[in-house]
Each structure stands twice: as C-alpha cells, then as structure tokens.
C-alpha cells in the first residue's frame, strides 16, 4: 500500500460541513497545567485550515490511560482553554463522560460554519480501544467528514482513528499526519541515496523489524546505544556488564552476514565509554573511562559510544542525503555520557541531506540538546514512526480515503 496515495484535507469540500478531527492531544499535565504543548500546536494548521475554509470543526483525542472510565485527572478540559489561547477565539468543550452525550450533541447541533467544539477523552469509553462499531457509529452521527491528524496514534485501530472512517462519506490525512507520510514514506519507499539509518537505544528486541527490514533497503546501518553490545557479542566481544540481549546473539550474527552478503554497511562501536555502575539517579556525576570496543572490562559497563565511534558515526552521516534515526546513543539523560548522542546530533545537522528523526527518546534527545530546528522532520510519533521504519501497515492511515 502506498500511503501517499491518501487524500489529504485540502482534497475535501469542507464548507459548512461538520469535520471531525482526530487530534493528538495526549499532553503532559502536572497538577492540571499542561507542562508540554508540543502536540497542540502541530494540530494548529489543520484546525486553521478548517475554520479559514468555514468548516464546522469538532475535535477529539483521547489522553493517557483512563482505561475506558471517566477520570477527571484525564480531561480534556485544559487542552480547551490552551487551544482556545492559541486559536485566538472560542473553543467550546463537550464535558460528557460518554464522549458522544447530551452535551456533545447540543454543542455540534449549535455550530455555525468555523466554530470548534473539543469532546472528551475517547478513552473514557472501553470500546474505544477495542474499534467497537457502537461508539465509532456515535462518532460519524456527529460529522459528515473526518480527518485523521493524529500521527502519534496511527499505528492503532481504534474507533478515533479507523472505526469512525467507515461510517462518514470521506476521510483525509490533516497536515501532520501527511507530513509524517512524506518524510517517513519517502524514506522508506523511494529514499534519495546514500541512505544511512541509525539505530540506538535499549533494545535488540524492539528493533528487529526494524534491523530486518532497513537492511533491504539502507546503505549504511549505524548501531548505537544499548543494542550495539548484542552485536559486539555477536562478533566475540566481551561487553562485560554492559545491557546484553542473550537470546539474541544469533540472531545478530546472522544480520552481520546478511548485510555483508547485500553490501549494506554496518557499523558498530570501536570504542566505548565505560564505568564500574549505573549513574543513580541518572544525572548524577560519574567516573568514565575510554576503551577499544574488544576490550571492555568483566565487571564494567559501556554506556555510550567512544569519541573515535563519535567520529566515524559523524563520516557516514556528513556523506548521507537521506538519515533517518531512531534512539540515542548512550544514556542521554546524564552530561558525562550524552556524548555520543550530541555527536551523532551535530552531524545529522550539518549535513546537506534530509534529516529525520523517528520520535520517542531520539525526538526528546534532539530537543533537549538544542538541535531541533536543524533537522527536516522531527516525528511526533515513537511508536508509529517504529511502525512505519518496520514497514508495517499503519491502520489510521489505510483507513483514509483514497484519492
């Protein structure tokens, strides 16, 4: 399936017609102040679009785990007032604990052509998650069209997300979700080479569609961050305490001689930041040392890639049109050992290529560090983007009309 075949919103008539959009507003909140509002103002252009073209726009989202009952700590009541700010008019929220209520009702049927009506967490609802065809019928009756904006919840088929789209006689991507499409499609599908992919963070386990999949595709794969042991592993490394994967050594092994049999080029570490334990808490100082990746001491741990790794990471990327990445490369969260990450960071900005970051702790390492602005897309969606890099169907996405 090519998602790029998708309508977009632009592709709807969308004048004095009710648009149902699903948002991604699952904010952090901290004693009812939302303390993160990058997810309100990516859903901005849409929402804009949509009122400057007199549609009537209803909103929905669902935040964090209210597992399918009303929580008031899950309210959407302050992403109301914060949308409100933003949009610089009213946004009128539909406060019913069965999303779709009484005052769902009366507030839509009240709508004149560019006003915004926000309804509560879809979570609070149990059939939300389970795509129940009751509550997506409940969401169509409210709307004659839908827009899926929200990227971050793409990779599940949910009622808000896929059910409703059956029920309403056209659905589109918003202009997040298309972006997302764009930079991650034509990464995946049609990169511009060399291609170079850089895989960090915990896990062997939750990269191996990944791994699999982006050997039949990249030039160069560049492993960091806490798989990377497994791999040294593999190649009959000690790695001493460091985060190991046992289950997966083979399974490594066989991916180094895959690559080698394709030409694609794998990099591992060459050498490493080592230390006797795990900084705790994370931030507090600690004593490192730099060695050679075969030489990791038994009873020490590496945890993050050496300067001479920095700089060969840096090379295949600074040559690199097309980079997508995803996971850090050492333990960020710590100034001793976020190294590595910064490294590989300042790279990806300088070079002339698209730069792609695939969400999650790679999106917040990026940020926190200050590189935000120099990468070409910034993904709002870890697991989504995972998803997508797996080459996996996306539900929310399938479920949009074609063009």
């Known amino acids: 399936m090519s998602y790029l ?6 592709d ?27 997810r309100i103002v990516a859903a901005l252009p849409t929402i804009q679009y949509l009122i400057d073209n007199n549609a009537k726009v209803i909103l929905c989202s669902h935040m964090g785990k209210p597992k399918g009952e009303p929580k008031p700590e899950y309210s959407l009541a ?41 309804l509560q967490n879809t979570r609070y609802r149990a059939e939300e998650t389970k795509n129940g065809e009751a509550l997506s019928k409940e969401l169509a009756s409210l709307c004659d069209l839908f827009v ?13 997300t896929v059910g409703v789209a059956s029920f309403v006689e056209e659905s589109a991507n918003g202009y997040l979700m298309a972006k997302e499409v764009k930079f991650l499609g034509n990464a995946v599908e049609n990169p511009v080479r060399p291609f170079v992919t850089i895989l960090g963070g915990a896990k062997v386990a939750d990269k191996l569609n990944v791994i ?28 001493g305490t460091s985060l190991l994967d046992s289950e997966k050594i083979d399974y490594c092994k066989d991916m180094l001689a895959r690559a080698e049999e394709k030409g694609v080029k794998i990099l591992l570490p060459i050498d490493c930041t080592i230390a006797k334990e795990f900084p705790n808490p994370i931030d ?28 060969l990471f840096a090379e295949a990327v600074a040559s690199a049109k097309t980079v ?7 333990v960020f969260e710590n100034p001793t050992l976020a190294k590595g990450t910064i490294a590989v960071a300042e790279a990806m900005a300088k070079t002339e290529g698209t730069t792609i970051i695939g969400g999650g702790d790679s999106a917040a390492a990026v940020n926190t560090l200050g590189f935000g602005d120099k990468m070409s897309h910034i993904s709002t969606g870890g697991g989504a983007s995972l998803e997508f890099l797996e080459g996996k169907e996306l539900p929310g996405i399938a479920a949009m009309t074609d063009k």
């Open 324 to 330: 997508v990445w995803n996971g850090p490369m050492g």
């Open 212 to 239: 699999e999949n982006l050997l039949n595709k990249a030039d160069t794969l560049i492993i960091g961050g806490g798989m990377a042991y497994t791999f040294l592993a593999a190649k009959g490394y000690g790695v």
């Open 284 to 311: 507090a100082p600690i004593d490192v040392e730099i060695v050679d990746a075969d030489k990791i001491p038994a009873d020490y741990m590496s945890l993050d890639i050496g300067p001479k790794t920095a700089a």
């Open 148 to 160: 899926n904006d929200a990227f971050g919840a793409a990779h599940r088929a949910h009622c808000s």
């Open 78 to 118: 302050p992403v109301a007032v914060r949308l409100a700010e933003k949009l610089g008019k009213e946004v009128v929220f539909a406060a019913d604990d069965n999303v779709v209520g009484d005052n769902a009702k009366a507030a839509v049927a009240a709508m004149k052509d560019g006003d915004v009506v926000l």
């Open 12 to 38: 709807l008539n969308v004048a004095g017609r009710r648009v149902l959009v699903r948002c991604d507003f699952n904010v952090p909140l901290k004693n009812g102040v939302i303390t993160d509002e990058n």
């Open 5 to 10: 075949s998708k309508k977009n919103v632009e």
